[in-house]
């Protein structure tokens, strides 16, 4: 798990201090290690995180080795869970292999099979493949974009890295704001990562199952070449046998997850889907042969919040004490947070309706504690209907609300969201909930296996018997992992919302009625009373001034806190 930078020059030389800056942007994505290639107008960059191979053998930039003439040089982000299987398939084919890595399986794999090597992984990723002989780069991200992938094409040039703002560190970059993309992420806030353009107008997004093409002549050629409806499987009819389906999916799924040389922690709240998968790695390594398994015991990380509504530590410690596995609390502190809320809009890169302060938090803790894999749960409540929302869904048109918001609309945003607050820390995060033959197993079942007399998530929760507490697996309570906002905003926030609001961007801004939102905001301030459509509206407005600072005007962090 990395970060990755590129530049295809079609005027002139890499120049190496350039090159250098826009890799090192990303050096908190992989703090293990750095590594950069350049032949003349091409140069790729990389900064490592070591999770499978540790040795130097395994870094980034790789290339194809002397049979090839070191034809194929690679820049990897991500992690392919399948690489073994894989491996052994390239071996029967006459490949060797120098490394113990899954870097080296892409990069042969494509070799092999060209642009159909997609089809062939499982996992996540976002890479970039150079043909030296062709001079053409291949660029790949993920079927569901959980690793992220953007580029750009100005100045004669094409760009291409993990995060917006490593693009600011290139010296022919210019930062200019989108007003149109920022009118949608306004107006459609979930929806964000759905579309290829950015809140940076010379930016654009691959999005999730898409590659791209980059030729000498400067063409570019892009291809979507996933889309899960073409691959829904027959389930059986009988829920029974389902259930049985289902659980083997999850086990191999989780599985595959758990190849790693460098122990877990899970990141727990104590919901179903975290419990769920806290409790079966413990079941897994108890009862299974895993290949490739660190045998370190995973830790479970806790974030609590004293007194507060959303404080499910309770629930966490239930699941510890079945599978007897250690604790370690971080304790929400408004201080400590408040302090950290800038930073984590500048790891984010995103306007957002919620504060991510304790996702952030979190994986700052795991990271101190010396982890840099963490094993969660994200993925099941879009997948299997897990908000309240979907039990007001007619059944008829669960499927297709469920298919939007995994692929479209929630889950990928929270995607970014997990992806820039564990990347910030340098901690990579896994769910085996992401596994696209779990995925397309999940949306070729009937609603009613998902939501069922009054009970989200029906068929995970039944798959669960006897491996998770009963009190977690059917507890209907859904909280979720969020900030005490309403707190904050009666509380420790009010100075930066009185700042924000009565300056000359907010009063002056073209997205919002600068003084009506003022004037609803200070009324607020003043009574220590908000509705949360109005607190969710303020500070996503704020949240936009904030970027903007950051990203276009070049603020400091300190000079905004």
Not at 15 to 31: A, I, K, N, V, Y
Not at 371 to 397: C, I, P, Q, R, W
Request: hydrophobic share 35%; glycine share 6%; charged share 25%.
């Amino acid at each position: 798990m990395c970060g990755i930078c590129g530049i295809y020059d079609f005027n002139q030389k890499i120049d190496q201090r350039e090159l250098d800056d826009f890799t090192d942007s990303l050096t908190h994505r992989g703090p293990d290690g750095r590594g950069i290639f350049i032949d003349r107008n091409i140069g790729f960059g990389h900064r490592r995180l070591s999770i499978l191979d540790l040795s130097k053998k395994a870094k980034c930039p790789m290339n194809s080795g002397i049979k090839t003439n070191n034809r194929y040089w690679i820049t990897f982000n991500g992690e392919i869970y399948n690489f073994i299987e894989i491996r052994d398939e390239l071996k029967q084919k006459g490949y060797s292999f120098s490394t113990d890595s899954d870097t080296e399986v892409v990069l042969k794999s494509y070799i092999e099979w060209g642009e159909s090597c997609q089809y062939k992984f499982n996992g996540m990723w976002a890479f970039a493949i150079l043909d030296n002989l062709e001079k053409s780069i291949f660029l790949s991200r993920d079927r569901f974009g959980i690793k992220p992938l953007y580029y750009s094409t100005e100045n004669g040039r094409f760009t291409f890295a993990s995060e917006l703002k490593a693009f600011l560190s290139l010296s022919k970059f210019s930062a200019n704001f989108d007003l149109n993309t920022a009118k949608r992420v306004l107006n459609t806030p979930n929806a964000t990562e759905y579309y290829p353009e950015t809140l940076m107008k010379n930016i654009k997004r691959m999005v999730p199952g898409s590659s791209l093409t980059i030729e000498r002549s400067s063409k570019i050629n892009i291809k979507t070449w996933w889309n899960s409806l073409n691959y829904l499987p027959q389930v059986p009819k009988s829920y029974e046998a389902q259930v049985e389906d289902f659980r083997e999916l999850y086990f191999d799924s989780l599985k595959l997850r758990m190849r790693s040389d460098v122990a877990f922690a899970t990141s727990l709240s104590g919901g179903v889907d975290s419990s769920a998968v806290a409790s079966s790695m413990s079941y897994l390594f108890k009862n299974s042969r895993i290949e490739r398994c660190s045998q370190q015991r995973q830790k479970l990380f806790v974030a609590s919040f004293p007194g507060a509504s959303n404080d499910e530590k309770g629930f966490a410690e239930i699941v510890a004490k079945k599978i007897n596995t250690e604790i370690i609390e971080w304790q929400f502190n408004e201080e400590t947070a408040l302090k950290n809320l800038i930073e984590s809009i500048w790891s984010s890169e995103a306007i957002y309706w919620g504060i991510n302060v304790p996702i952030w938090e979190t994986y700052k803790s795991i990271k101190k504690n010396g982890f840099s894999v963490s094993m969660d749960g994200h993925g099941a409540d879009e997948l299997l209907g897990g908000y309240g929302k979907y039990l007001n869904t007619t059944l008829n048109n669960l499927n297709k609300e469920l298919y939007d918001d995994y692929h479209k609309f929630l889950q990928p945003t929270l995607l970014r969201n997990f992806d820039r607050a564990s990347m910030a820390h340098g901690v990579e995060v896994r769910s085996p909930f992401w596994d696209w033959r779990l995925v397309t197993y999940s949306l070729a079942l009937p609603p009613e296996s998902k939501i069922s007399n009054g009970f989200t998530k029906r068929i995970l929760r039944d798959s669960m018997k006897g491996i998770m507490p009963d009190e977690n697996r059917i507890r209907k309570q859904k909280i979720g992992f969020s900030s005490p906002m309403m707190d904050w905003f009666n509380g420790a926030m009010k100075p930066m919302i009185q700042n924000i609001v009565t300056s000359k961007l907010w009063i002056e801004s073209p997205l919002w009625n600068g003084k009506q939102w003022r004037d609803i905001a200070l009324r607020n301030l003043k009574k220590n009373k908000w509705k949360f459509s109005e607190m969710k509206t303020v500070w996503t407005f704020m949240n936009t001034i904030i970027w903007f600072n950051l990203f276009i005007e070049k603020k400091s962090i300190d000079s905004l806190r």
